[in-house]
């Protein structure tokens, strides 16, 4: 069965930036998975796996703009400090990582610096601006199942589950 449309891929990767430093890895005890054709992985890998078999090995380099995206100075921005009350002091420092509701849906935003009065949030991806490369290998490949194809996502373990009305799907990382 090949990778290609409506199909539940299975991947072990390993992501690497251009210096070598391992970002990011998936393998076969902890796998990846993810409902191929809907944006559930970038468009460079997606690309890149759509024909590829159980087996195959592949190596992708991905240009900042074809992974995550140039990094846009354009999303950073100060927001009052009261934005981040219930915060505990030691959950805030530059590099802390929020879930914040924007524009867009569902964004993380990565603390940039603490000013007085103010916190300089980025929403940039964190992997904004980085050349990125791939080792992958593609350990299954499935139909997703209507429930799946309904959702957009894969739902990993097999767990069945329901979404309410209006719900935004668990977020979409109901996979994970
Ligand atoms: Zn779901």
Same mark, same amino acid.
């Given at each position: 069965m090949k990778v290609e449309i409506k199909k539940a891929v299975t991947l072990a990767y390993t992501l690497t930036d251009t210096d070598g430093n391992i970002l990011d890895k998936a393998d076969a005890n902890e796998p990846f998975m993810y409902l191929h054709g *809907? @944006? @559930? !992985?970038?468009p460079g890998l997606e690309k890149a796996l759509d024909g590829k078999a159980v087996d195959d090995q592949l190596t992708v380099n991905l240009k900042a703009a074809e992974a995550y995206g140039d990094y846009s100075d354009k999303l950073t921005s100060d927001v009052p400090k *009261? =934005?981040?009350? @219930? !915060?505990e002091e030691k959950d805030m420092f530059v590099g802390a990582q929020f879930h914040a509701e924007t524009d867009q849906g569902m964004q993380v935003v990565t603390v940039k610096a603490i000013n007085e009065d103010t916190i300089t949030i980025d929403g940039?991806?964190? =992997?904004?601006g980085k050349d990125l490369n791939f080792d992958v290998t593609v350990l299954a490949v499935r139909d997703a199942t209507e429930d799946e194809l309904a959702h957009g996502h894969i739902h990993a373990g097999g767990h069945d589950h329901k979404h309410d009305e209006g719900d935004s799907c668990c977020g979409g990382g109901c996979g994970g």
């Open positions: *809907t @944006g @559930g !992985v970038i *009261t =934005m981040f009350e @219930g !915060v940039n991806h964190p =992997m904004a």
